[in-house]
């Protein structure tokens, strides 16, 4: 545990979080058509946006169970909220990202000129405006390099969003995302310790539908309505979500502890887990003049579950109710915010399991939190789990000189083969030589390096930045475009198309679909756009398709484009001349081809030279 001014460890100033969240509050209080505020104060250098919360159901879920949906990939409403090789976008609250999409517009010339006064931009909100200060500071992150691009004279400050009683916002894929993009600390969520909405959609709409709009009623600022203390509603909201967020966090714990048994997963057929999960940097008020900071958004939770336990029986409907009215309770904890002191778990690992035992004041802070000793052994797999995915790429890393010795054997058996005029990918295919057996053993001692690799990544036992490294994409691209025509010759070589069918549709191993998405990530380009390694297996799919010749005019238009990509791969040295010697698969194929078609053809220049 580090004990610091809460400014140091979350990189925004004390001053500023007090007065987003004065603003935050004051939101609420617009106007029903205004739908956000803008705060600037002369001689300033912050600019705060602020949004008012909504206190409808159909504003918190949109449907049943829990309200999400998947982020719209085509195309894209957040290109960075997905998980890159295993292609799997993010998840959202449907009823948050409609919200969201509606303020954008009104939004974004404001943004801009902001921006263009080299302003530090602050994205705020409480409760259900928390999540629009989320999404809009992803829409800005995104953004974010072409507001650079169009005035270099802009702020290149990034914006820091910060949050008090948000509910969650979505699942596990944008905390992988921010992280990944190195963006997961500009998020700072303030949480009160009994607080019920930062919780509220760990459980099911179906199950707290009456209670949670008599909450809502209870809540909003705008309520003309007096509304007695919902006791009963309450404590029944406060049961509810508890339930919920015990099953939720319990099977999330399992994975953190490695546990193998089926049990866990066979009751997911039967119970439906809520997708919603934490990122960013959590603040936990612990009502005791402290301050929690924890990043490790598996650690968060389980302190969202277990810190809003309940002693005994007792005190429940005193705590259920209090829960409620925490909610709006944020500004006054807050007020003295450089008098509190700050615990940050930064080593989760080294947390003492016994409430009894304390070290430097950690076992007092944890005590204030209401961490049980299973509470604090789940924080504890949470920080070795994190200590694993480093250790894990620490392991990939040193195998770094196994790919480069493997890598350079390859390309040396490339340059060998065009020394006698022959493609390496026909060379491998006919395997007439010792070379050609080296090789193929080469490369299957690569597969196997790059499958694991793969296989870590399938079930995020790496780092999320992992993917993110430089690095490792251009290494997975080097390997991409060397490797992978000897695998589809080899693919081709035992026919394995007669059994399994086409390479491209049933034969690609993800090895090479994960590191083609990798690039096409990095650069900004179209899915499939990078797909020079694969050119040989559109190939043979042509060979095979065009037998008959007579079958041309059915695939023409495909023909034409391939021809398009492989002038500018040629061009751009993504496809070797090796291609076009005389005796290629290539050459021979395109020759059949009608004389008319070869003459207006772009590459007749590359095959005739």
């Given at each position: 545990?580090?004990?610091?001014?809460?400014?140091e460890?979350?990189?925004?100033k004390?001053?500023?979080i007090?007065?987003?969240c004065?603003?935050?509050m004051?939101?609420?209080?617009?106007p029903?058509?205004?739908?956000?505020?803008?705060e600037?104060?002369?001689?300033?250098s912050?600019?705060?946006?602020?949004?008012?919360g909504?206190w409808?159901?159909?504003?918190w879920?949109?449907r049943?169970?829990?309200?999400e949906?998947m982020?719209d990939?085509h195309?894209?409403?957040f290109?960075?909220?997905?998980?890159?090789g295993n292609?799997?976008?993010?998840t959202?609250?449907?009823?948050?990202?409609?919200?969201?999409?509606?303020?954008l517009?009104?939004?974004q010339?404001?943004?801009?000129?902001?921006?263009?006064?080299?302003?530090q931009i602050?994205f705020t909100g409480?409760?259900s405006?928390g999540?629009?200060?989320v999404?809009?500071?992803?829409?800005?992150?995104?953004?974010?390099?072409?507001f650079i691009?169009s005035?270099?004279?802009?702020s290149?400050?990034?914006p820091?969003?910060?949050t008090?009683g948000?509910?969650?916002?979505?699942?596990?894929i944008i905390?992988?995302?921010l992280?990944?993009?190195?963006?997961?600390?500009?998020?700072i969520?303030?949480v009160m310790?009994y607080?019920i909405v930062?919780?509220v959609?760990?459980a099911?709409?179906?199950?707290l539908?009456?209670?949670?709009k008599?909450?809502?009623d209870?809540?909003n600022?705008?309520?003309t309505?007096h509304?007695q203390?919902?006791?009963?509603?309450?404590?029944?909201?406060?049961?509810t979500?508890?339930?919920?967020?015990?099953s939720?966090a319990?099977?999330a714990?399992?994975?953190?502890m490695g546990?193998?048994n089926k049990?866990?997963?066979?009751?997911l057929s039967?119970?439906e887990?809520?997708?919603?999960?934490p990122?960013?940097?959590?603040?936990?008020?612990t009502g005791?003049?402290?301050?929690?900071?924890?990043?490790n958004?598996?650690?968060?939770?389980?302190?969202?579950?277990?810190s809003s336990?309940?002693?005994?029986?007792?005190?429940?409907?005193?705590?259920a109710l209090?829960?409620?009215k925490d909610?709006?309770n944020y500004?006054?904890e807050?007020?003295n915010l450089?008098t509190?002191?700050?615990?940050y778990?930064?080593?989760?690992?080294?947390?003492?399991?016994s409430?009894?035992?304390g070290?430097g004041?950690?076992?007092l802070?944890?005590?204030?939190l209401?961490?049980s000793t299973?509470?604090r052994?789940c924080l504890?797999?949470?920080g070795e789990?994190?200590?694993?995915k480093?250790?894990?790429?620490?392991?990939i890393?040193?195998?770094?000189?196994?790919?480069e010795?493997g890598?350079?054997?390859?390309e040396?058996?490339?340059?060998?083969?065009e020394?006698?005029?022959?493609?390496?990918?026909d060379?491998l295919?006919?395997?007439?030589h010792?070379?050609?057996?080296?090789a193929n053993v080469?490369?299957?001692?690569?597969?196997?390096?790059?499958d694991?690799i793969m296989?870590?990544?399938k079930?995020y036992?790496?780092?999320?930045?992992?993917e993110?490294h430089?690095?490792?994409?251009n290494i997975?691209?080097?390997?991409?475009r060397?490797?992978e025509?000897?695998d589809?010759a080899n693919y081709?070589?035992?026919?394995?198309n007669?059994?399994t069918?086409?390479y491209?549709k049933r034969g690609?191993p993800?090895?090479?679909?994960?590191t083609?998405?990798?690039?096409e990530?990095?650069?900004k380009?179209?899915?499939g756009s990078?797909g020079?390694s694969?050119?040989?297996?559109?190939i043979?799919?042509?060979c095979?398709?065009?037998?008959n010749?007579?079958?041309f005019e059915?695939v023409?238009?495909?023909?034409?484009?391939?021809?398009?990509?492989?002038?500018?791969w040629v061009?751009?040295?993504?496809l070797g001349?090796?291609?076009?010697?005389?005796d290629s698969?290539?050459?021979?194929w395109?020759?059949?081809?009608p004389?008319l078609?070869r003459?207006?053809?772009?590459?007749?220049k590359?095959?005739n030279?």
């Open positions: 545990m580090a004990s610091e001014r809460l400014g460890v979350t990189s925004m004390e001053e500023v007090k007065k987003a004065s603003i935050a004051k939101a609420h209080k617009l029903e058509k205004q739908l956000y505020l803008v600037k104060n002369r001689g300033s912050d600019v705060i946006f602020s949004f008012p909504s409808t159901i159909s504003d879920f949109s049943s169970p829990f309200g949906k982020i990939p195309p894209p409403q290109a960075s909220l997905r998980s890159i292609d799997q976008v993010a959202v609250n449907e009823a948050f990202l409609t919200r969201f999409q509606a303020i517009p009104q939004l010339n404001e943004v801009v000129k902001a921006v263009a006064e080299r302003k602050v409480h409760s405006a999540p629009i200060a999404l809009m500071t992803v829409w800005f992150l995104e953004n974010w390099e072409n691009k005035d270099p004279s802009t290149r400050m990034p820091i969003c910060v008090f948000s509910p969650l916002v979505g699942d596990f905390n992988h995302a992280r990944r993009e190195s963006w997961s600390h500009y998020f969520h303030f310790r607080d930062p919780r959609l760990l099911p709409l179906s199950s539908e009456p209670e949670l008599t909450i809502l209870f809540l600022p705008k309520c309505i509304i203390e919902p006791t009963r509603e309450a404590s029944a909201l406060y049961v979500v508890m339930s919920n967020a015990s939720v319990s099977h714990a399992c994975h953190l546990n193998t049990l866990s997963d066979t009751l039967f119970i887990l809520s997708p919603y999960r990122f960013g940097t959590y603040v936990f008020c005791d003049r402290e301050l929690v900071v924890v990043k958004p598996d650690a968060v939770l389980q302190i969202l579950f277990y336990q309940l002693s005994s029986e007792v005190e429940g409907p005193e705590i209090r829960s409620v909610h709006f500004q006054s807050l007020q450089e509190k002191g700050v615990a778990f930064d080593n989760l690992e080294g947390l003492p399991l409430s009894n035992v070290a004041g950690l076992g802070v944890l005590n204030n209401g961490l299973r509470a052994l504890c797999a949470a789990l994190e200590k694993q480093r250790r894990n790429q620490d392991k890393n040193k195998k770094k000189t196994d790919i010795k890598l350079l054997a390859l040396g058996y490339k340059t060998r083969c020394a006698g005029r022959v493609s390496y990918y060379a295919k006919l395997s007439k010792t070379d050609d057996f080296n080469r490369r299957l001692e690569l597969a196997g390096i790059f694991e296989e870590m990544l079930r036992e790496l780092p999320d930045e992992f993110g430089r690095e490792w994409i997975g691209t080097r390997y991409r060397i490797v025509p000897l589809i081709y070589r035992h026919l394995k007669e059994d069918g086409p491209m690609r993800k090895r090479y679909r994960y083609q998405r990798w690039l990530y990095a650069l380009i179209s899915a990078s020079e694969c050119f040989w297996a559109r043979e799919d042509l095979l398709r065009t037998i010749m007579g079958l059915d023409k238009e495909e023909i034409l484009s391939l021809e398009k990509q492989v002038e500018k061009q751009n040295r993504e001349d090796d291609i076009f010697f005389e698969t290539f050459v021979k395109w020759k059949k081809l004389q078609h003459s207006g053809s772009c590459i007749s590359f095959i030279n």
